[in-house]
């Protein structure tokens, strides 16, 4: 049901004529209200795509009627031009929609360094608001699919409101902020302050967390729009909790759908003195390409999770470090632990277990096993 | 001639067993003087080897007498045993040459987290030993390699004197210090604070600008010794550049010999406002997985590049980014340059220049593409 699982909502997914392969390429997703709310978490990449400056913009106002968002072109590093385009497109639905263009988000993914074909998108645009929907969730989020070999949608229905989103995402994921392009909505009767607020709480612990190849994307937009239809106004702490359990469910979909990917990475950091430990901890695992590689050939060389904490500046003494590979303690107090021979990594997913032996604080973070599939496909990705 | 070509020093590299392949795996180096000067630079890692928790402490007396490496094993995450057994090296190379085991380093490389078999090391310290010549410098280069497929050897020579050294390392290569094992010699009569000042001002511009993977070894040891026997003492700034050039040498045959690699990517960082800005956006390129790939399918990709450079703190403006791949400027004031169909990317080396254009400093980092070698050769290392 994805984004339209929520009440107020119509969203539509078509094919523009972006891609070149004429699949979907073009979403639209409108908030019919009675509120307006929205919140949004933009990449921290210094290097930001014009529909990302736009919307950042955008989104300072709290309200936003509607987004649309392309596949087939990310329109980052595309110079004064690119943003030009990206105020077009807004400028288009909102003539389309009869609403005001600063009220417009626009999200873009694909190729960074090339101008879209603004004769195919915006004419698209037409044909995406004639096909709006009540039930056009599921279409938008193929719409936004790039190399994502399946599209991503959750859903999290509480008492008498619902959240509900769709994701894009399956390279250049990487901790920074959110991942790719991201659209939550609710029914629920509460105000931009309060969206902003679970969406960062709920961004920090999911999408922050998963890293599958170390890449910050330039692209990278989460927005949360809520309508208020239900005429509900949830507690806070539920709302937060219903908000984190889609991102965190839609997280776990782009890490298992990671380009190449083979196995799933769980990388559990614990007794950590600081929560900030943990996550540097987890994220320089997340990101050594030896241990990646082994994780791939199945072969659970702790070796290279020792070196990859020794980088860190966390606090721990070497030789209290423990880690658990599938629950198997291979390394106890910096040294040889109990039998490699004991790790059975036939599965997709892979548990580490990094104990710092320093505190009580403790993060999850999720990434992919590095494959002769992730070399391939990016090697050719923009030829 | 390697760690032989400056007089005073005998050298060997013999098979003790320690690799399963029954490839030479022991080398040992003597300073025969008259002087024992020494100085080393260690890996950043905090998980240290025990050969570099011993050898830290050997080099800060300033003299070392000899060194003995083995592959096959880099005694790593191996406990209190592990450092006994370094221990035990370093007596045994003592009692053999009837010197201080105090002025005995030790290097091993090889897998982490796995004990040396002692019963085939000691002897082979005898048989080492046994087999010293003054032009045993290839015979020790060769008994260092681990997965490298070449032996890495130079020589720079001066006004009578002459510096030489031996370095293996082809994965597991970043910044952070030196790279891997490295052994350097000298005939120079200087004393251990000059070795040390000119060895750390040459691995700071070489050893420590070279990022096959991103991966910071455990084991990351370069030491540097004088014996006197020319009775010269060079100007230090000639002997520094003798020092830094054999460095570079062998850092780019580090580069050349780099696991899985098919390029060497030069990666040029320019108009800087500081150099330690310049070296932190050549390293974060240098670490970029989805360049690293695109390099590999002669994909002049240069939105990868502007993406790595904006995950930095450098001083630039987004809109004032240039980037040339082999001298073609494809990225100008960080949107669409020139053609990217005129960059021919056919060769080995692939130069990237990215201009910050913020300063007038300026660092040099190499790297290699990433292939599915790399992953192949990774996923089963320890298997």
């Known amino acids: ?56 913009q955008v989104l300072k106002g709290g309200e936003v009627t509607a987004v649309v968002l392309n596949s087939g072109g990310a329109n980052a590093c595309t ?36 101008l879209l074909p603004m004769d195919k998108l915006l004419p698209g645009i037409e044909k995406a608001a004639a096909a709006l929907s009540a039930h056009g969730g599921e279409k938008a989020a193929i719409a936004i699919k790039t190399t994502d070999t399946v599209h991503k949608t959750s859903v999290v229905t509480g008492d008498g409101w619902t959240v509900g989103g769709m994701a894009k995402g399956a390279g250049m994921l990487a901790p920074g902020l959110a991942t790719m392009l991201v659209v939550l909505t609710t029914d629920a009767d509460l105000d931009s302050a309060t969206l902003d607020k679970a969406l960062r709480d709920a961004t920090r612990q999911t999408f922050d ?112 470090l423990n880690v658990a590979i599938n629950g198997v303690w291979v390394c106890k107090n910096g040294s040889v632990g109990d039998d490699r021979d004991l790790v059975d990594m036939r599965y997709r997913e892979v548990k580490i277990t990094a104990d710092l032996a320093a505190g009580s604080e403790s993060a999850v973070i999720w990434a992919n096993d590095l494959t002769a599939e992730y070399v391939h496909e990016n090697s050719a990705y923009s030829s």
Chains 1, 2 share one sequence.
Not at 23 to 48: E, I, Q
Not at 282 to 296: D, E, T, W
Request: glycine residues 10%.
């Open 1 to 56: 049901m994805s984004v339209t699982a929520a009440q107020g909502f119509t969203a539509a997914g078509i094919t523009a004529g972006i891609k070149e392969s004429g699949t979907p390429d073009l979403a639209l997703v409108v908030n019919n209200g009675p509120r307006r709310a929205a919140a949004g978490v933009f990449t921290s990449n210094r290097v930001k795509a014009a529909p990302v400056l736009w919307s950042e």
């Open 209 to 320: 967390r998963v890293d599958s190849d170390g890449c910050m994307s330039t692209n990278d937009t989460v927005l949360l729009l809520a309508s208020g239809a239900s005429e509900v106004a949830p507690a806070y702490a539920e709302f937060a909790e219903a908000v984190r359990t889609v991102c965190d469910d839609l997280a776990r979909q782009l890490i298992g759908d990671a380009e190449g990917a083979s196995k799933d990475i769980r990388i559990e950091v614990i007794n950590a003195a600081t929560e900030d430990d943990a996550v540097e901890v987890g994220r320089s695992i997340a990101r050594n390409n030896l241990l990646k590689c082994a994780i791939h050939g199945e072969d659970p060389n702790w070796g290279r999770v020792l070196s990859a904490i020794g980088t860190t500046g966390a606090a721990f003494e070497p030789d209290e």
């Open 79 to 114: 110079g004064p031009k690119g943003f030009q385009d990206t105020h077009a497109t807004a400028e288009k639905v909102a003539e389309v929609l009869g609403q005001n263009a600063g009220e417009v988000a626009v999200a873009s993914t694909g190729l960074i360094g090339v």
